[in-house]
């Protein structure tokens, strides 16, 4: 599983270039985190993360206004442009004490070497979440890997273990258990006895964590290709629950098998690395089975009621309560119900009037998405145009009348 020879020329050249650049102007400059993890395993990283001894400030007179902006407010990060690519440039950090973090909200700006919140590379190694996130790869010099947790034994063995006392690291910040859950997923991975006894003490602690962050946790488990195994592991530990009450209920159901089997297809689309990138399509495709089920009753009844808006409030309603442990932001609820919407649409006589809707791109890839998992009759997704034909079709036989 761990190739350690010529891992550096795995990485993006690009952000071998940024290192170089900040080692030539005396500073330290390493990858680390996912990116790490990922190449010793043996995939080709999606983003490549580069920490150093530089403070944002200094990064950015090394690569200039053009190259470089310094983001963020309590946790200030350099963007550094090389080529077409962009890269996080984070400064080593130690943990803040209790009272160091109180107030740090008044920081105004400039913050010097050496102050509170940045420290050495030892320091930022022992903040980080787990042993095998902790792993530095030296893309300059000769180093190698550089492992000062056991990061190198843990990956080996497949274990997620917190760095540090695993209760106190997941009460500081909960996320980190939603983090572990998702390597176990993703890898395969097992949880630490210490690292497991503490999750299953503080699962609970999820739900304080912001809406937002857990929206776009959601949103980066979709887009992984393993998002069925991250769910499982999610429910297998009990932490389901907490993180989304409304897929935990529906689990064992019809509506959730059909749910696990949607993400399983989609996920193998994901995979490919060619599939739509939409969030609408992702969020949509995790709630047909209960939009399909409410929508039943009407679809039943008339297929017009469709049409005329019926379906849509019922829908709207559906797609609220279902990520509702999430606050799904206004214009995607709207998104999904008129994706979902298109469902019933466009598998019925009445497709031809949709062509033109503004979500019958993804209205047909999750059509298609849904005739692959039920093993329904191709036809019924292939006979609708692509949507470049869709809409020109329209258009030509309107000029003629
Ligand atoms: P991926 O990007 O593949 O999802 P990753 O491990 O790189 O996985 P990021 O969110 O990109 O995840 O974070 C980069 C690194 O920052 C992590 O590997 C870890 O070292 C550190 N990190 C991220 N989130 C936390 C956290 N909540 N607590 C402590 N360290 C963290
Ligand atoms: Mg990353």
Redesign the pocket.
């Known amino acids: 599983m761990i190739a350690k020879r010529n891992l550096r020329d795995k990485i993006s050249p690009a952000a071998v270039q940024v290192a170089t650049r900040l080692v030539q102007n005396g500073f330290e400059a390493y990858v680390?985190?996912?990116?790490v993890?990922?190449l010793l395993l043996g995939s080709i990283?999606?983003?490549v993360?580069i920490t150093t001894n530089a403070t944002p400030e200094q990064v950015r007179s090394v690569f200039g206004r053009r190259q470089c902006v310094v983001i963020g407010r309590r946790f200030k990060l350099a963007q550094v442009r090389m080529g077409n690519e962009t890269f996080?440039v984070?400064t080593f950090r130690r943990k803040p004490s209790h009272e160091e973090s109180k107030g740090r909200d008044d920081d105004d700006g400039m913050m010097i070497w050496n102050d509170n919140e940045y420290g050495t590379l030892e320091d930022d190694a022992s903040?980080?979440?787990?042993t095998?996130?902790?792993l530095y790869l030296d893309v300059v010099g000769k180093q190698g890997v550089i492992d000062m947790t056991g990061g190198l034994k843990d990956l080996k063995a497949g274990i997620v273990r917190v760095i540090g006392n695993p209760e106190e690291?997941f009460i500081?910040?909960p996320?980190?258990m939603l983090?572990a859950l998702?390597?176990v997923g993703?890898h395969g991975f097992k949880l630490h006895p210490a690292t497991e006894a503490a999750l299953k003490a503080n699962k609970a602690m999820i739900s304080m964590s912001s809406p937002a962050r857990l929206y776009e946790e959601l949103l980066?488990i979709l887009f992984?290709g393993r998002s069925l195994a991250i769910l499982t592991a999610f429910h297998k530990y009990g932490f389901l629950t907490y993180f989304w009450p409304d897929l935990e209920e529906i689990w064992s159901k019809q509506d959730g098998v059909l749910v696990r089997r949607l993400l399983k297809t989609r996920d193998a689309e994901v995979a490919t690395g060619n599939y739509s990138h939409s969030r609408a399509l992702a969020l949509a495709t995790v709630s047909l089975p209960v939009a399909l089920r409410a929508l039943r009753p009407i679809t039943e009844d008339d297929e017009d009621a469709i049409l005329l808006g019926d379906g849509g409030a019922v829908c709207l309603r559906v797609v609220r309560q279902f990520f509702s442990s999430f606050v799904l932001p206004r214009l995607y609820a709207i998104r999904v119900k008129e994706i979902l919407l298109l469902i019933p649409a466009l598998s019925s006589e009445l497709a031809p009037r949709f062509y033109r809707h503004r979500e019958y791109k993804y209205g047909r890839l999750l059509l298609q998405l849904l005739v692959k998992t039920l093993d329904w009759d191709p036809e019924i997704a292939n006979r609708l145009p692509p949507p470049e034909i869709a809409s020109n079709m329209k258009r030509r036989r309107r000029r003629k009348h």
Request: charged residues 55%.
């Open positions: 680390v985190g996912g990116a993890r990922d990283p999606k983003d993360d996080e984070s903040r980080r979440d787990f095998v996130n902790s690291r500081e910040d996320v980190r983090r998702k390597l993703l980066k992984t």
